[in-house]
């Protein structure tokens, strides 16, 4: 690769980037990184859109949950500037039956309680056991979810459930595609990765032992090693 790459870093849900606090320097020895702000984002296309129009050059685009799904939609949009995508603890489904309702109950009780409301169970579905017990892990996280606002929080459950279903995209998606879950992923399985990458042209699968869907928290240290292993082997931002 003759350019040097950019990184772009996509938080999930109620996220932001205190997600990529310990790939942002490792990364940067490599390239330009961006960690984008996906805190008022209401449309995941709009998002993709907007990310792509703030920066320039090739691409390595790193989507974690929600961020997977704008990674998805940046490479429809740009293909030709995406050099490689990795799609951590994600999905590329459209919406599922009964789903609309379920993420506007929590909604309704973020507007109602605020999002202390909401935050311990949203972060207990989410999270493998042993980080549980994990103190200051769990009050970092959960500082980063009360750093969202009801609004910002009904902004991105809006996007989601106005998310395109991406199925016919992944047989088109010409880059290499390293697809990431924990192995105690409840929200995004494993599984579902490995279907992922069975569609993909040019994918790999990595398991992430012992994490849940907050992978590059509970384990950051080998959702790194995957990636930059990966980057190595297939010649990219060496």
């Known amino acids: ?9 996509l938080h ?28 008022d984002i209401d449309s ?3 998002a993709a859109r907007n990310v792509l129009a703030a920066t320039a050059g090739p691409l390595i685009v790193a989507g974690h949950s929600m961020g997977g799904r704008i990674a998805l939609e940046m490479a429809r949009q740009a293909p030709e500037r995406c050099s490689a995508l990795v799609l951590m603890n994600t999905g590329y489904q459209g919406l599922g039956e009964g789903e609309t309702e379920k993420r506007m109950a929590l909604v309704r009780a973020a507007r109602a309680g605020g999002v202390q409301a909401i935050a311990d169970d949203w972060l207990d579905g989410m999270i493998a056991p042993r980080t549980r017990v994990d103190s200051a892990l769990m009050a970092r996280m959960r500082a980063m979810v009360l750093r969202s606002t ?11 459930i106005g998310r395109p279903d991406a199925t016919e995209l992944l047989g088109r998606i010409a880059c290499p595609v390293l697809l990431m879950s924990g192995t105690e992923d409840r929200w995004s399985p494993l599984e579902r990765h490995a279907d992922m990458a069975s569609r993909m042209p ?3 699968l990595e398991a992430i032992a012992q994490a849940g869907h907050m992978a590059p928290f509970e ?7 995957a ?12």
């Open 202 to 204: 040019d994918a790999a």
């Open 12 to 39: 999930g849900l109620l996220c932001d980037a205190d997600t990529w606090a310990d790939f942002i320097g490792p990364l940067s020895r490599r390239g330009h990184v961006l960690a984008a702000d996906l805190s």
């Open 1 to 9: 690769m003759n350019a040097r790459p950019t990184f772009v870093l």
């Open 219 to 225: 384990a950051p240290g080998a959702c790194l090693s």
């Open 44 to 46: 995941l296309p709009d």
């Open 150 to 160: 009801p609004d910002s929080f009904a902004g991105q459950i809006q996007a989601l």
């Open 227 to 238: 990636i930059t292993g990966w980057l190595a082997r297939r010649g990219l931002a060496a």
